[in-house]
């Protein structure tokens, strides 16, 4: 096995958060062309399925937020109705197709950028994936100019089958909030992890890290907007760092390149950071934890408890593909060791962490957007947190450990 190098800063990659989204329309073809004139090396952004089929770039399961439209996504067809929504934002845009999205990708001046897409739980994989493999196999030279440059984001341990299955070309990352249930579900089958920036914070956010890396996968964070989080992130030496923000990342990198110096947050400022946000707490990454595991049993298309993927009959190591730079590193996804094994514990689901019923009905007034569960987080920082089951903790809260702060290379 290889291990996953360190990134030095110049060789951290920058991919635009729904493109440009600071200050373009969020996941339009002019926020993702943005991006990459900005210095972007890659673009995240999401994928849903309309009731006619049709695989559109959009964040919410619903139109209401960033739209002239109203209404879930997969309940309403493309043709007619969606192809003439535009967002609300300036300057006005139409919400562009997958189709559309990979052939800017592939324009020859493109052909450098890699595309993470985020596969939201609302739509039915066994349905949404294989309309994905027909658009990709469509293009020239998928498997050598295409395939290797995508990756599929994970939420849900229910679409890992159906990635093997429709999807065994691309590269397969969990996107999450949580370090546990990243270890738990996915540690086999993924060959990287892309995490919210400030679960990473901490002893054990940096333990997680050393681990993915000891075992030859990638880790990614998200989403870092905030200079001091920027600078953190690179001296982690992570693969890619997801912001809405390309030009003031990629202008920071330039200069910690030209002056390593300025990676570290020094004096006063760099004693503050780690206590300077609610988000870093260990309260709230607890808080983090049993928000996506409620999320993910209550708002993906076929809600239940999670369970271990099934995996019967497919050759996993088969299908593993890398990326071109990883591949003389392995062609096959490294199974966790059994001395990792013993620490990746199961806990049972028998008992909800938090009143499911109570937050999905928050979630669905709410269009399950992210903003809405930045609100409910902050409320929790605030000892606000009304739908919290104290009675579910399973022992006592650890206490709060100083975060690792970002030191000079």
Not at 18 to 39: M, V, Y
Not at 194 to 210: E, K, T, V, Y
Not at 339 to 368: E, F, G
Not at 389 to 400: I, L, Q, R, S, T
């Amino acid at each position: 096995m290889t291990v996953t190098p360190v990134y030095a800063p110049k060789d951290i990659e920058c991919w635009g958060h729904r493109g440009a989204s600071a200050f373009l329309p969020e996941n339009t073809l002019a926020s993702f062309r943005a991006a990459i004139k900005e210095g972007a090396s890659g673009i995240e952004s999401d994928v849903h399925i309309t009731s006619d089929g049709v695989v559109l770039m959009f964040h919410d399961p619903t139109l209401d937020r960033t739209t002239s439209g109203t209404g879930t996504i997969r309940s309403q067809p493309w043709h007619g109705t969606i192809e003439h929504v535009r967002t609300t934002k300036k300057p006005v845009q139409p919400i562009p197709l997958f189709e559309e999205l990979i052939a800017l990708i592939m324009e020859p001046e493109n052909q450098h950028v890699t595309l993470n897409i985020d596969c939201k739980m609302q739509n039915d994989p066994n349905i949404m994936f294989p309309e994905m493999a027909r658009i990709i196999q469509s293009q020239p030279d998928w498997e050598t100019k295409l395939a290797p440059r995508m990756i599929l984001g994970l939420w849900h341990p229910i679409f890992i089958r159906p990635a093997y299955e429709h999807l065994p070309r691309l590269r397969r990352y969990h996107i999450g909030i949580s370090t546990s249930l990243a270890r738990q579900y996915f540690w086999d089958v993924c060959e990287g992890f892309s995490i919210a920036f400030a679960m990473l914070i901490g002893p054990d956010g940096q333990q997680f890290i050393r681990d993915v890396r000891a075992a030859g996968k990638e880790v990614c964070v998200w989403t870092v907007n905030d200079p001091s989080e920027m600078r953190t992130a690179m001296s982690w030496g992570v693969k890619a760092v997801l912001t809405d923000k390309v030009g003031a990342f990629v202008k920071l990198r330039d200069e910690i390149v030209a002056d390593p110096a300025k990676l570290a947050i020094s004096g006063l400022a760099g004693w503050v950071f780690p206590w300077s946000s609610w988000k870093y707490y260990s309260a709230t990454h607890l808080w983090f934890q049993r928000t996506q595991l409620d999320l993910m049993r209550t708002i993906c298309y076929a809600p239940g408890p999670l369970r271990m993927p099934d995996l019967d009959g497919l050759d996993i190591k088969a299908n593993a593909v890398l990326s071109t730079d990883a591949a003389e590193a392995s062609a096959t996804i490294d199974s966790v060791s059994d001395a990792d094994a013993n620490q990746h514990t199961t806990r049972t689901d028998s008992t909800p962490l938090v009143n499911s019923a109570a937050l999905a009905n928050d979630i669905t007034q709410a269009n399950d957007t992210t903003d809405a569960i930045d609100e409910k987080l902050a409320g929790f920082a605030n000892d606000q947190a009304p739908h919290l089951d104290d009675n579910a903790v399973d022992g006592p809260v650890a206490p709060f450990s100083p975060p690792l702060v970002a030191t000079a290379a």
